[in-house]
């Protein structure tokens, strides 16, 4: 019984990574931009299906330029559709993404077509290890070690370059980041790109563990809303707990009561909303109260 709690306490850990991963760029979306984007999870399964025609085309090592080309493709929409949701009703913004991630898995279905596509882990991480009583793929191993790296790497940019002062700067007083002359539109093209550049890595690295399907943006963005309310508005310390948190009771919850595994991190979510309304690690933010 120990070996396979272990286990799946690992398996846990890794889904929570990736979860994170979403989580993050969800929540600094949400953050700078002050809109819902409900669009945020048909940009994990784009991120998924451009991986695998990329994979087709060129190989394994071609694949990171997914999250890229995603990006971009954020920044283009964001320019495009997004901009022009600012400062306006919340409820807009939300029909509005909503409508933009039912384009978006149109347009996968019309492209790649209704039904899932096959996408295996490489062959030199097509394998088991043994740690002990852990058991756990090769794969899963290298998805955490790719995710922690991710993580760091935003952390350090966010917290030593530049441009990641300002946007947090941006995301708790916009107006004067505007007063001191730095071109906040463009700054907020960049966000919307980097949140889109996330969830398109947490896609391209759960392809091979998730169906590569139209559908598994439906999988991705509710997780992502409920960590970023469990782990608090903004905060990349909060999302990367709860996404971890998330992970570990979902796994352990499929392992010995799968009828209520959906139901779980919803669970989770309402007893830490009873004791800590805006969330793990969240603070007051003025612009949304």
Avoid: K
């Avoid at 029909?95 to 039912?102: A, D, E, I, K």
């Avoid at 905060?235 to 499929?254: D, K, P, W």
Wanted: hydrophobic share 60%; glycine share 12%.
């Amino acid at each position: 019984m120990l070996d396979v709690i272990l286990s799946q306490l690992a398996n846990g850990l890794v889904l929570g990574l990736i979860y994170v991963l979403i989580s993050v760029g969800l929540s600094i979306t949400f953050g700078m931009l002050g809109i819902v984007n409900f669009a945020h999870g048909a940009f994990f399964a784009l991120g998924a299906y451009i991986a695998v025609a990329l994979f087709q085309l060129l190989g394994w090592p071609a694949v990171w330029i997914a999250p890229i080309a995603v990006g971009c493709i954020g920044m283009v929409l964001e320019v495009v559709l997004v901009r022009h949701l600012y400062r306006r009703d919340p409820l807009i913004s939300l029909v509005v993404t909503f409508s933009l991630g039912l384009l978006i898995e149109a347009v996968i279905r019309a492209i790649w077509g209704p039904m899932g596509l096959p996408f295996s882990a490489p062959d030199f991480l097509d394998g088991m290890l043994i740690v002990g009583p852990v058991l756990i793929t090769s794969y899963r191993v290298a998805v955490f070690v790719v995710t922690v790296l991710i993580l760091m790497g935003l952390w350090l940019f966010l917290t030593y370059t530049p441009f990641g002062r300002i946007l947090r700067a941006g995301s708790r007083d916009p107006e004067m980041v505007r007063v001191l002359g730095i071109n906040l539109p463009w700054v907020l093209t960049g966000v919307f790109g980097l949140g889109c550049a996330l969830a398109a890595a947490a896609g391209l690295l759960a392809a091979p563990l998730w169906a590569v399907s139209p559908g598994m943006a439906a999988s991705a963005v509710m997780p992502a809303f409920v960590i970023v309310a469990i782990g608090g508005l903004g905060s990349f310390a909060g999302a990367v707990i709860a996404g971890l948190l998330v992970g570990v009771v979902t796994t352990m919850t499929v392992q010995f009561m799968p009828a209520a595994s959906g139901a779980a991190m919803y669970v989770l979510m309402f007893l830490v909303m009873l004791v800590r309304p805006r969330g793990l690690l969240g603070q007051r933010w003025e612009r949304f109260e």
